[in-house]
């Protein structure tokens, strides 16, 4: 079974292109990269906060909890 050559987002330029063609679209294409990668962080970033939030909002009902049953035990 043969593999098919895969491609992944933008096709490369014409290889008869000038170089500074070539490199212009290069530029663009890393600097597409970088803000893929600046947005991917944002959200990474965005998600952890929120985790970390609702940890400690889960914690300290568990920790009221925990009291509220040795209140009841010392009383």
């Known amino acids: ?6 491609r992944v987002g933008k096709p490369c330029p014409n ?3 000038s170089k500074d063609d070539l490199e212009a679209w290069h530029e663009e294409w890393r600097a597409g ?5 600046k947005e991917h962080v944002a959200q ?3 998600q952890h906060a929120e985790h970390s939030a609702q940890d400690t909002f889960r914690n ?4 009221a909890l925990i ?9």
């Open 60 to 63: 300290k009902q568990l920790l």
């Open 67 to 75: 009291e509220s049953k040795i209140q009841a035990i010392k009383a």
């Open 15 to 17: 290889p008869t292109r």
């Open 44 to 46: 990474v970033e965005r």
């Open 33 to 37: 990269q970088e803000l893929k990668r």
């Open 1 to 6: 079974m043969s593999m098919g050559r895969v």
